[in-house]
C-alpha cells in the first residue's frame, strides 16, 4: 500500500477525522507501512504504543495495525536523546505526547527535513505539532531553525558542548544548513505523484 493509500484507509477511521493529531498520526502511520518491513521499527512505537494509539484514534483498523507491528529494535543512542529531549518538555496529554515523542524521535533518524520523515505536509504541520505536544521546547525556537539541527543544538548545549564556530548565527558560513528554507515535496504527496495511472 502507497502512503497516500495508508493515510486515507486510517482517516477513513479515525475517530476525529477533523483533529490534527489524528492528520499527524495518520501521517506518520501512512509513511511507515508504506516502507515496508515492520510497523514498530518504522515509527519507533512498540507493540503497546501502537495499540494505545490505534485504540484512541483509529479503533476500527486496530487489529491491523496490531499484524503490522513486528519487533521494535533496539534504539540508537542519538534516538533516546531526542526522545529524552523531548519528554523533558512534554505538555498536553499524557499518552498521545508520549506516543508522539516516540514516533518523532525514531523519525528524527530519516535523512531529509523532519516533516518529510514525519509524512506531514510542510513545515507549518511540524511547527504546529511541536507547539501542541511540546510547547515549551517549541517556544525556545526563536530564530526558526531547522528542527533536526535544533534539537541536537539544544542536546549539545546540555552536555556542555559549543555546536557552533561563531557566536552569532548570522556571521557562520553554515547558516543555510541551520536556517534555510526547507524546501521540498511532501512525502504522501509524492507517493499520490508515483502512482501509477
Not at 498520526?25 to 494509539?53: P, Q
Not at 533496539?74 to 498536553?92: C, I, K, P, T, Y
Not at 528542527?147 to 556542555?160: I, M, P, S, V
Not at 557562520?172 to 508515483?194: I, K
Request: proline share 4%; charged share 25%; glycine share 8%.
Amino acid at each position: 500500500m502507497n502512503a497516500q493509500d495508508a493515510y486515507d484507509w486510517l482517516m477513513a477511521a479515525a475517530v476525529n477525522r477533523d483533529c490534527f493529531d489524528s492528520h499527524a498520526a495518520a501521517s506518520v502511520l501512512a509513511l511507515g507501512m508504506s516502507e515496508g518491513g515492520d510497523l514498530c521499527a518504522r515509527t519507533g512505537l512498540d507493540g503497546a504504543a501502537l495499540d494505545g494509539l490505534a485504540a484512541r484514534l483509529f479503533p476500527a483498523r486496530r487489529a491491523a495495525l496490531a499484524d503490522m507491528a513486528g519487533a521494535l529494535p533496539e534504539a540508537e543512542v542519538e534516538q533516546d536523546s531526542v526522545r529524552a529531549l523531548l519528554m523533558q518538555h512534554a505538555g498536553r496529554d499524557a499518552p498521545l505526547t508520549r506516543w508522539f515523542t516516540m514516533m518523532i524521535a525514531r523519525r528524527a533518524m530519516e535523512p531529509d527535513h523532519l516533516w518529510q520523515d514525519l509524512g506531514l505536509r510542510d513545515r507549518g504541520e511540524l511547527n504546529t505539532l511541536l507547539t501542541r505536544h511540546f510547547g515549551p521546547l517549541a517556544a525556545k525556537n526563536t530564530n526558526n531553525m531547522k528542527w533536526k539541527r535544533f534539537f541536537y543544538r539544544q542536546l549539545c548545549e546540555a552536555e556542555g558542548f559549543v555546536l557552533c564556530t561563531t557566536p552569532v548565527c548570522t556571521d557562520c558560513a553554515d547558516f543555510d544548513m541551520c536556517f534555510g528554507e526547507e524546501t521540498g515535496e511532501a512525502r504522501l504527496a509524492r507517493a499520490r505523484l508515483t502512482e501509477p495511472t
